[in-house]
């Protein structure tokens, strides 16, 4: 009798009519039918000797097209006789001692960031998201590197527009002199201004288009992210707003820049004190099994939530949103990807954000 052994770092996610087997130890995921889904458990109990004998010799091939799937994608191994098959169970806890992951700033100039030095600090803040409207300087970029060298923050990634000044020699500098950023973007860059031969400490991007903060929250498979603790924290809390904090262009602090939601501005209050309101982290328990649509999604412990933009279609009775995403184009039932802003079911909520912004 030979049995199939599946690796416990392999997570199935079953959706209406697909299932995604993720391998959490090489961070890859791959699309199945529903039947392969039925196919691991039956195999979980049973010979796969006594699976064959199930079926009649159609249905025979098909189970032995899947194993050679199982065998090829290295989801498992086979072994001739039963033996004590309980792999211990990876965890699927989440746990991070820091109250604060993400600080996200929309910044008019750096002085705020030095104010905020102490809190990131207390907070032990982990990665900080900057935005700018307005160009930065070398001597900006590294300042704001140099504010939090001896900080526990383990990385700064940076978003602002591209100017000139921006070539070789700028890039060069930057990577001599900083430690903490490890992303920066600039947008607004009619073409790439120089080829890059160094290996530099940060990852580089530049960006034709406009980035604005309120095109965030599209979802889009190159947005999917198969990595162990982007997973475990999507299985048991929000993938966006779990412990992330916020400070938008006019010193509101929210979960979201994007939210309506304010909780006090810098000017008056701290981030602990804006933290330590009253629903602040409403939204952070809240996974994708519970949201409309996403709950019978296969891509849901993947893919990035959204709370500022959804269809507004769903509350539960403490008035939680719990619609799906509005820029999601994707349909669980039929598996098929549409333009999400072209989908007539969700103009009403379309329009409801376009007068929010008027106003
Ligand atoms: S329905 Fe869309 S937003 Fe929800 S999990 Fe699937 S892809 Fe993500
Ligand atoms: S809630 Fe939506 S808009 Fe806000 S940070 Fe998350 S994805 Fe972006």
Same mark, same amino acid.
């Given at each position: ?12 996610? %079953? ?10 130890? #090489? ?8 039947? /392969? =889904? ?9 010979? !796969? $000797? ?16 899947? +194993? ?18 309980? /792999? ?9 001692? *820091?109250?604060?992951?993400? +600080?996200?700033? $929309? ?6 960031? %030095?104010?905020? %030095? ?28 140099? !504010? /939090? ?23 060069? *500098? ?20 120089? %080829? ?40 048991? =809390? ?6 992330? !904090? ?16 304010? /909780? ?47 269809? #507004? ?44 912004? +008027?106003?």
């Amino acid at each position: 009798m030979r049995y199939f052994n599946l690796f416990s770092t392999i997570l199935i996610t %079953k959706g209406a009519h697909r299932i995604l087997v993720s391998d959490l130890q #090489r961070n890859t995921s791959e699309l199945f039918p529903l039947e /392969f =889904y039925d196919l691991i458990e039956e195999l979980k109990k049973n010979s !796969i $000797e006594e699976i064959l004998e199930m079926y009649d010799q159609e249905s025979q091939n098909i189970v032995q097209e899947y +194993l050679e799937i199982l065998l090829e994608y290295e989801y498992g191994f086979i072994t001739e006789n039963d033996w004590d098959r309980n /792999f211990p169970a990876l965890s699927y806890k989440y746990s991070e001692p *820091n109250r604060i992951n993400n +600080l996200f700033i $929309e910044i008019a100039d750096i002085s705020l960031l %030095k104010r905020l %030095k102490n809190a990131v600090e207390d907070l032990e803040i982990r990665h900080l998201v900057i935005y700018s409207k307005n160009l930065l300087t070398l001597e900006e970029l590294i300042s704001i590197d140099h !504010i /939090f060298t001896s900080s526990v923050l383990s990385g700064i990634e940076i978003i602002s527009p591209f100017h000139k000044e921006i070539d070789q020699s700028f890039i060069q *500098n930057l990577n001599d002199v900083t430690e903490r950023i490890y992303s920066l973007i600039f947008y607004e860059c009619p073409h790439k201004p120089f %080829k890059s031969k160094d290996e530099l400490k940060f990852s580089l991007s530049f960006v034709k288009e406009s980035i604005k903060i309120s095109s965030c929250g599209k979802v889009d498979m190159k947005y999917f992210n198969t990595n162990l603790p982007k997973v475990l924290e999507a299985l048991n =809390y929000n993938s966006c707003l779990h412990k992330k !904090i916020s400070i938008d262009i006019e010193g509101n602090i929210k979960n979201c820049p994007l939210m309506t939601e304010s /909780f006090g501005n810098i000017q008056n209050i701290s981030l602990e004190e804006a933290l330590n309101q009253p629903g602040f982290n409403k939204y952070w328990n809240l996974t994708k099994d519970s949201i409309e649509g996403c709950k019978d999604c296969e891509f849901r412990y993947i893919c990035t939530d959204c709370r500022a933009y959804t269809e #507004r279609s769903h509350y539960t009775p403490e008035n939680l949103d719990i619609s799906k995403p509005l820029k999601c184009g994707y349909d669980p039932y039929t598996n098929e990807w549409k333009e999400w802003s072209k989908n007539p079911l969700k103009q009403k909520a379309i329009k409801q954000y376009e007068l929010q912004k +008027l106003k």
